[in-house]
């Protein structure tokens, strides 16, 4: 049973434009939901998180949406760069519960 | 060190060996979490320490996998009689202790093959 559904399994995008990557959960219980950026040979690195108790949260260009009653919530990426081209995890886990539960990865191309 | 190091970067080993996998934490960082990532994949949590002890194991696939870290700081995965499922990208991570999963830093893994 996979606990965080990731979609799209990749997207491309042309520079300047808004990439949009999609999250579902089952467990409600979850109350922290991370995204991770990861490049070739890299380990992920925390880009942007969120509790449930907000609907919307914003760094720079990276914004989350969270849509608690639908156990939903996605990253949007504004002005999206080559720089942003990455893999990008969608993640969730329980409060004191270290055990961070990752969605299967959207491979992000942005074209130039 | 600056960031969290794992050594070695690459393993290739024969089906049925064993191997051991080092990861060196952040200094300071209590709590210590081992993931393995197959290709194509999201991180799939195996197991983390609190200090010395392991809080959590519910993610190692079976009793071929071991992981210690007997004092506090750095931490081996041992990985006996390996198969050619075992081949992923083993990443370990660590933070200043439980509960500041915001401050969870990740290594660049060791990529395991096994032939």
């Known amino acids: 049973q996979q606990q965080v559904k990731q979609s799209p399994q990749s997207l491309i995008v042309q520079k300047g434009g808004i990439s949009i990557i999609n999250c579902a959960y089952e467990?409600?219980?979850?109350?922290?939901f991370p995204w991770y950026q990861q490049f070739p040979g890299k380990g992920p690195a925390l880009l942007i998180a969120?509790?449930?108790?907000?609907s919307e949260k914003k760094e720079g260009r990276f914004t989350i949406s969270f849509n608690k009653s639908a156990k939903q919530f996605s990253l949007h990426i504004m002005d999206s760069q080559p720089g942003d081209s990455a893999t990008y995890f969608c993640?969730?886990?329980?409060?004191?519960?270290?055990?961070?539960?990752f969605g299967k990865g959207t491979r992000l191309h942005i074209l130039p | 060190g600056a960031g969290v190091s794992q050594t070695p970067s690459n393993k290739v080993t024969e089906k049925g060996k064993y191997v051991e996998l080092r990861c060196d934490p952040i200094?300071?960082?209590?709590?210590l979490y081992w993931y393995r990532q197959s290709l194509g994949q999201g991180p799939e949590f195996l197991i983390y320490f609190q200090g010395t002890g392991a809080a959590d194991d519910s993610g190692l696939p079976n009793d071929r996998f071991f992981a210690v870290r007997p004092e506090g700081s750095v931490s081996t995965l041992k990985i006996q009689r390996t198969e050619r499922g075992d081949s992923a990208v083993y990443l370990c991570?660590?933070?200043?202790?439980?509960?500041?999963?915001?401050?969870?830093?990740f290594g660049s893994g060791t990529q395991l093959s096994v032939l």
């Open positions: 993640a969730a886990s329980n409060y004191g519960d270290d055990k961070i539960i």
């Open positions: 467990n409600t219980a979850f109350d922290y």
């Open positions: 969120i509790r449930p108790d907000v």
């Open positions: 991570a660590s933070s200043p202790g439980i509960g500041e999963g915001e401050k969870l830093f």
């Open positions: 200094s300071g960082h209590t709590a």
